[in-house]
């Protein structure tokens, strides 16, 4: 059986830790050529490097059959607190605006049967106290997906996200309670990378390929929809 991701050129934003660097490995075991998308070159370990200024992103030189925008900030915005000018700034403007022109420049050089997958958070549904700017950035990427798709959808081209519940990387680890769940979450553990950058393949692939317009939740049954 062939790889799924076979004679693909894809472009993987923030593939240097966590779950970039999962989606870019698994992307590479399936077959495709990676892009990776990075602050500086010498960080990535996978995939051929492409300094990124996510403030003002352009992409890699084409032809590129997939977009996948995993890189964000999370940063907190608490309503009565410090930072609250700045985190909503940097946020929307990395989440979402930085991620909207990235597609928007895809969109004009994508054929039939290419495709955008988006990394959101379990926080675009839910919400998370102390957390606004960035939650409202990922429910804002959900509304830009489902628009894209069906924009795109009649080009042939796919659109869509996937929202990632508790996850285990540098970003969170200092936050998440040591031994114990930080909500009930039904499979029982926290996720690790490895489980987003599975979902991510199957939606780049042709095993999807009358999926549009979708957010695939995947956060071990914590938040149900």
Request: aromatic share 6%.
């Amino acid at each position: 059986m062939a790889p799924l991701l076979d004679n693909k050129r894809a472009f993987i934003t923030g593939t240097t830790r966590g779950i970039g660097l999962a989606i870019a490995e698994a992307f590479v075991r399936e077959g495709a050529e990676v892009i990776a998308g990075c602050r500086d070159a010498d960080d990535v370990t996978i995939g051929e490097p492409f300094v990124c200024d996510l403030r003002a992103p352009t992409l890699p030189p084409h032809p590129l059959h997939i977009l996948v925008n995993n890189a964000g900030v999370w940063l907190p915005t608490p309503v009565t607190g410090e930072g609250w000018d700045d985190g909503w700034d940097e946020q929307w403007q990395i989440n979402l605006r930085g991620v909207a022109d990235l597609c928007r420049q895809f969109a004009a050089q994508a054929e039939r049967g290419n495709c955008i997958v988006n990394i959101s958070s379990r926080a675009s549904h839910r919400g998370e106290s102390g957390y606004s700017a960035y939650a409202a950035s990922k429910a804002a990427l959900n509304a830009l997906t489902k628009s894209l798709a069906t924009e795109l959808g009649p080009r042939g081209v796919r659109v869509n996200a996937v929202a990632p519940g508790w996850v285990v990387t540098d970003m969170t680890r200092e936050v998440l309670p040591e031994g114990r769940l930080p909500e009930p979450i039904p499979l029982g553990r926290l996720g690790v990378p490895a489980d987003v950058a599975g979902p991510a393949v199957f939606l780049a692939s042709p095993m999807a390929e009358f999926i549009t317009g979708t957010v695939l939740d995947v956060n071990g049954g914590a938040y149900l929809h």
